[in-house]
């Protein structure tokens, strides 16, 4: 019985000694992440600084800015924004090792005031309130996130490396290397019609919309014709058109939900101010 108790009160004993110097030792075991490990949808693939850099101009990043990250990864692109670019960013990665590694990553570069990584899904997670959206995911993502994109505020700009979002054409390409970035900003709904009055001339504006790309046509009553250099950046638009008289009519605005205003110019003539509210 002897025996017993004490060859049990051994085998604890080495296996409590075991445990106090061998846990410490992979708990001190540090997370590395590998290119080409799988993650949700995706493998992660540094993108290089160079393109990074690019990224971040294309978008013309500056201190006012909030630049959320859609797949961090590292948290590079958050690091350079806020390092480089005085930005406020948010990295969303939903590995948590990753994530860890990465807001590690923010530590070591001195931008903890700025910049932070969180583990999250991109497709559960709120970004709609961001400024700039940068991203390297595959097309199929980009897609499935697009309807979110275009539903943010009208200007908010958004670069994607590599991947396109299919039949919305980018507004610029970038080419490094023979690596791509992509750059779109979100349009405004302008599309359908809207009751223009500028001056004492009013009209009934139509506006057929294809995300930034517009087209359409007015109605002066009794006469309707097309519109001509009509453009959407953004909440920025512009358009003319010639009146009953054959005088060409310019305008340039914003819009603002279901208001536009700004101000047109008369060739020849006068100038003032024009508002247009959606029908």
């Not at 992440?33 to 393109?51: L, M, S």
């Not at 080419?175 to 009209?203: C, Q, T």
């Not at 305008?251 to 700004?262: D, I, L, N, P, S």
């Amino acid at each position: 019985m002897n025996f017993t108790l004490n060859f049990t009160a051994r085998i604890a004993a080495l296996c409590a000694a075991f445990l106090l110097f061998a846990l410490p030792a992979a708990a001190q075991k540090t997370y590395e992440p590998q290119v080409g490990q799988a993650g949700k949808d995706v493998i992660w693939v540094p993108t290089p600084d160079e393109v990074v850099d690019r990224m971040l101009r294309m978008a013309q990043v500056g201190p006012s800015d909030l630049v959320f990250d859609l797949g961090a990864g590292d948290g590079k692109i958050a690091i350079a924004a806020a390092k480089k670019f005085g930005a406020r960013s948010v990295g969303i990665e939903y590995n948590p090792d990753m994530a860890k590694y990465a807001q590690g990553n923010v530590e070591k570069a001195g931008v903890t005031g700025k910049a932070r990584i969180i583990n999250g899904d991109i497709f559960a997670t709120d970004f709609t309130q961001a400024t700039v959206i940068t991203m390297y995911l595959l097309p199929a993502l980009n897609l499935k996130l697009r309807p979110q994109i275009l539903s943010m505020r009208p200007g908010a700009r958004v670069v994607s490396h590599s991947f396109t979002m299919d039949d919305w054409e980018p507004d610029e390409t970038s080419i490094m290397d023979g690596r791509r970035a992509y750059f779109w900003i979100v349009p405004a709904n302008v599309n359908g019609g809207w009751a223009l009055d500028s001056g004492g001339e009013k009209a009934e504006i139509s506006f057929d919309q294809r995300f930034q790309k517009i087209d359409g046509s007015v109605d002066l009553g009794h006469t309707q014709g097309g519109l001509r250099g009509a453009r959407l950046s953004g909440a920025n638009i512009s358009f003319a058109y010639v009146d009953s008289n054959g005088v060409r009519r310019d305008y340039t605005g914003r819009v603002a939900g279901g208001k536009m205003e700004g101000s047109f110019r008369v060739d020849g003539g006068s100038e003032g101010r024009w508002t247009a509210t959606k029908k």
